[in-house]
């Protein structure tokens, strides 16, 4: 463990993404061919078609581990965020948007020159509640080892990493080079999983990170089956408690289950009127790290995922609102 006391309590490391909010129906998602429920990766081309075809209702920051330490923020603890924009407007208001609540932002943006925008994601709703995802990465991918700054990991008690930025090799790279320099200093690594799809483009990475670097790791259910090639939950979860010290997995309405070396536990979660799912996970594990780092219990923490996300998915969008008064 480190001696020096950390600056901050939590720095999230993710894609920066402008978050395109609409409802739509089933019918849509099929035309474009996407799983419910799924990320599916576009180019520009892509997202202007998509654009012309819905009624956006909705224009905020987005991204998971930005939604993650939005949430965190709000509920008392010191953040700081890690992820690249272009020299853009919307960078620009995705930098300000953070920063106007606390949040350190120490990231430089791509070069005025470099025409690439500053990426966007855009979430279908259909009357489920149930959210699907086409994201055109733009300058987020850009994101280095080089964007990794060592005072920044150095001086955070948990470094949290999210899962969609690891597509590109140099994103990999970059994982790593958080780990070490966080360890180095006697701090913990947090990763979430993000999205099914993306674990089976990279499984066997994901499984090396894991087991090599990973000290807390959050999931849903079918996220940590897809890491696991199983097709149980307990069969996941005892592969769990061998790779990471600490596991979270998300079952939404049936809560969640924490798996820490052989010790396992349930919370369940309070019932909640489903709007729009966006952002659950992402504001779980905010809640969850947030009472981990004020030193709650497990299950204390976990509950205050479970309200954290409970939250989140009563209303339209990945953040919460300006009711959120939830602390750790």
Do not use: W
């Not at 429920?37 to 987005?62: F, N, P, Y």
């Amino acid at each position: 463990m480190s001696a020096t006391p950390p600056k901050y309590d939590l720095l999230c490391i993710g894609n920066a993404i402008v978050d395109v909010l609409a409802t739509v129906t089933p019918e849509l998602l099929a035309e474009f061919g996407a799983v419910p429920g799924s990320m599916t990766l576009i180019d520009a081309a892509t997202m202007a078609k998509l654009e012309q075809r819905i009624h956006i209702e909705h224009v905020a920051g987005g991204g998971s581990a930005a939604n993650s330490v939005v949430v965190a923020a709000r509920m008392g603890v010191k953040t700081a965020y890690l992820g690249k924009v272009a020299a853009d407007k919307a960078g620009e208001d995705f930098t300000a948007d953070l920063r106007k609540q606390g949040i350190d932002v120490p990231s430089t943006p791509l070069a005025a020159g470099e025409a690439i925008p500053t990426a966007r994601c855009i979430v279908l709703i259909t009357p489920d509640g149930q959210r699907t995802m086409f994201t055109y990465l733009g300058a987020c991918v850009e994101f280095t080892p080089h964007d990794v700054l060592e005072n920044i990991v150095a001086e955070s008690a948990i470094t949290y990493l999210e899962g969609y930025l690891f597509d590109r090799p140099q994103a990999q790279e970059a994982f790593y080079q958080a780990a070490r320099l966080a360890h180095k200093a006697g701090r913990k690594v947090s990763l979430t999983l993000s999205d099914s799809f993306c674990i089976q483009r990279h499984q066997a990475a994901f499984r090396d990170f894991v087991a090599e670097s990973v000290d807390i790791l959050f999931a849903n259910e079918a996220e940590i089956l897809a890491l696991y090639e199983t097709e149980t939950l307990d069969d996941a979860l005892k592969a769990l408690s061998h790779d990471v010290a600490l596991g979270v997995v998300t079952r939404g309405e049936k809560g969640a289950v924490i798996q820490a070396g052989e010790e396992r536990h349930d919370v369940p979660t309070k019932p909640v009127k489903l709007v729009d799912t966006t952002g659950a996970g992402d504001a779980f594990a905010a809640g969850f790290l947030a009472g981990y780092s004020r030193h709650h219990s497990l299950v204390e923490s976990a509950r205050l995922g479970n309200e954290a996300a409970g939250h989140v998915i009563a209303r339209l969008g990945g953040r919460p609102g300006a009711d959120f008064a939830l602390k750790a």
